[in-house]
T-cell receptor, first 113, second 117 residues
Framework: DTGVSQNPRHKITKRGQNVTFRCDPI?????LYWYRQTLGQGPEFLTY????????KSRLLSDRFSAERPKGSFSTLEIQRTEQGDSAMYLCASSYGTADGYTFGSGTRLTVV | AQSVAQPEDQVNVAEGNPLTVKCTYSVSGNPYLFWYVQYPNRGLQFLLK??????LVKGSYGFEAEFNKSQTSFHLKKPSALVSDSALYFCAVRVGAEGYNNNDMRFGAGTRLTVKP
């Protein structure tokens, strides 16, 4: 297993377009997290899955954001009608248990122009 | 709700000298504390954690951290810094309690460590 994989690495989109990011976690990890990181800030929690169930969703996640994890494997994060304020690094992480450190992917950098 | 503070935006040390990156936390309940490192254009990499037990925990690359409950701190340390340690370091906390299902791990704003030759 090569770790957490995120695609694409970079995405440039025009304001108002929809974008979708993919995350492939470590196969043994049943917990998957999405975070958003802007320049000079630490990662901000967006949402959490345990297997295929989305158990938590931050208030930061507006109705334009949706995440899925079908079959408890990979996950997708979709942003509809993108805005310039959505420009950030979107990080995916996975873990096995609540006391475990997270394994992060390299992130998808979104630029909305 | 839990929070983390990293009071220093930047820490500069000379190679071979000891380094400390500070972290204080606020949490209701027993904390699970973590340190992560981020290299340029990379995701965060787990360094070490405190869950319970010995207050001094050891992690990757020779790093260690000391949990101090009375001062609510979890400072990251290394006896002898390397130039390759230069990176962004994040402290993180989540509530650790039996049966508690809080998966909102809160991160500090990060401290940029620069080790000069």
């Amino acid at each position: 297993d090569t770790g957490v994989s995120q695609n694409p690495r970079h995405k440039i989109t025009k304001r108002g377009q929809n974008v979708t990011f993919r995350c492939d976690p470590i196969s043994e990890h049943n917990r998957l997290y999405w975070y958003r990181q802007t320049l000079g800030q630490g990662p901000e929690f967006l949402t959490y899955f345990q297997n295929e169930a989305q158990l938590e969703k931050s208030r930061l996640l507006s109705d334009r954001f949706s995440a899925e994890r079908p079959k408890g494997s990979f996950s997708t994060l979709e942003i509809q009608r993108t805005e310039q304020g959505d420009s950030a690094m979107y990080l995916c992480a996975s873990s096995y248990g609540t006391a475990d450190g997270y394994t992060f992917g390299s992130g998808t950098r979104l630029t909305v122009v | 709700a839990q929070s983390v503070a990293q009071p220093e935006d930047q820490v500069n040390v000379a190679e071979g000298n000891p380094l400390t990156v500070k972290c204080t936390y606020s949490v209701s309940g027993n904390p699970y504390l973590f340190w992560y490192v981020q290299y340029p254009n990379r995701g965060l990499q787990f360094l070490l954690k405190y869950i319970t037990g010995d207050n001094l925990v050891k992690g990757s690359y020779g790093f260690e951290a000391e949990f101090n409950k009375s001062q609510t701190s979890f400072h990251l340390k290394k006896p002898s810094a390397l130039v390759s340690d230069s990176a962004l370091y994040f402290c993180a906390v989540r509530v650790g309690a039996e049966g508690y299902n809080n998966n909102d791990m809160r991160f500090g704003a990060g401290t940029r460590l620069t080790v000069k030759p």
